[in-house]
């Protein structure tokens, strides 16, 4: 099944490479690492970047807070990135040379390092209700030759606690034995009641 899974994956992928129409210089998402697959599927060859994020890494719920995401070293002529998000609650926005496509963003088109540096910056808009956010990011460092070869990429994420975080911490009126127990109880009571009939049934029918 996996092998199968994989040998339609490379016809999907060299069916790609065939259609100019599929171009990817100008943004692909799905490949920030968050579902397994990233850049370097396609783009080989090249020397491995670094990637990291920067910004807070903890949010008050509902607030936007600014981020970059920085690709070094690597071939370095040109680069793209993938950034996407945990949450379907928390809103990516497009800073300078990234566009939104879908729920995620990417490059508008291959850009030019400076030094041997290549940064987006971006923003995210945390939910209004406490949870723990994955960003994900993938980083393409291009020669700029306008094919996959001779590049690569690599990916990275990074952790945002919006308000207490999740799962919440232990605080007061968190009682998990407790709680737990309780349920316990509640349910038996409930398989007592459903068979106490259901007894009476089988009775009745011998
Ligand atoms: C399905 C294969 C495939 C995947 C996956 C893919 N690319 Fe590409 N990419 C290509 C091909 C083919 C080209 C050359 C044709 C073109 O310009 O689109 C290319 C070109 C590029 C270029 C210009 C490269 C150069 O040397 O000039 C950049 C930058 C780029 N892609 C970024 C990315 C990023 C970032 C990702 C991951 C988020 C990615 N690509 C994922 C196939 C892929």
Redesign the pocket.
């Known amino acids: 099944m996996r092998l199968l899974f994989r040998l339609a994956g490379i016809f ?2 060299s069916s ?2 065939s259609l ?1 129409a ?11 690492g968050k579902d397994g ?7 080989k060859g090249g020397a491995l970047p670094t990637v990291a994020f920067e910004g807070p890494t903890s949010l008050e719920p509902g607030a936007t807070g600014q981020y970059s995401f920085i690709i070094r070293g690597g ?1 370095a ?6 950034i996407a998000v945990s949450s379907t609650e928390a809103v990516l926005q497009a800073g300078a040379n990234m566009k939104k496509l879908g729920a995620e963003l ?2 508008t ?3 030019e390092f400076s030094g041997n540096e290549l940064r987006f910056t971006f923003s995210v808009i945390a939910p209004s209700t406490d949870v723990t956010l994955s960003l994900f990011g ?3 460092s ?10 690569r ?1 690599a990916t990275t994420t990074l952790s945002i606690t919006v308000g207490k975080g999740s799962p919440a911490g232990p605080g007061p009126g968190d009682d998990d034995g407790g709680g737990c127990a309780a349920a316990g109880g509640a349910s038996l009571g409930a398989l007592a009641m459903l068979a106490l009939p259901l007894a009476l049934r089988r009775r009745r029918k011998s």
């Open positions: 999907a992928v790609l490479w100019p599929f171009a990817t210089s100008t943004g692909i998402t799905g490949h920030t697959a990233t850049c370097s599927t396609c783009h071939a002529r040109t680069g793209g990135a993938d990417v490059h088109r291959p850009m993938a980083g393409n291009a020669d700029a030759d306008l094919t996959s070869e001779g590049d990429a």
